[in-house]
């Protein structure tokens, strides 16, 4: 598993979003994988800064729009994901960008 390290070096939780563009959009079936330490299990689920469900699994496949975030004991909670069911949306892809990388960006309707 990928679990890049924060500039302190800890590890922290990560929140991968599949098909990998952000904003996700709800069209694309997006699926959202938890990464951090500690079981499948203990993950929490954050959905508009709200608790969201019960502890539970790593991977949920979204079903509503809004801004979502898991937590994992250990290496805490992730940044966030946006997914939007707008009809154009433009997209970045979902990874860290330096200056200078170059960037395919995505027009979708």
């Excluded at 508009?48 to 909670?77: H, I, K, L």
């Amino acid at each position: 598993a990928w679990c890049p390290l924060s500039p302190a070096g800890a590890q922290t939780t990560q929140l991968l979003v599949q098909p990998p563009w952000t904003p996700a959009v709800l069209w694309d079936l997006v699926t959202l994988t938890c990464q951090g330490s500690g079981t499948a299990g203990d993950t929490t689920w954050y959905k508009d800064g709200q608790r969201w469900g019960q502890q539970g699994p790593d991977r949920v496949v979204v079903t509503m729009s809004g801004t979502y975030e898991c937590d994992r004991p250990g290496t805490g909670r992730s940044f966030p994901v946006r997914v939007v069911n707008d009809r154009l949306v433009l997209q970045v892809p979902a990874r860290a960008l330096l200056e200078g990388d170059t960037v395919t960006l995505r027009c979708r309707r």
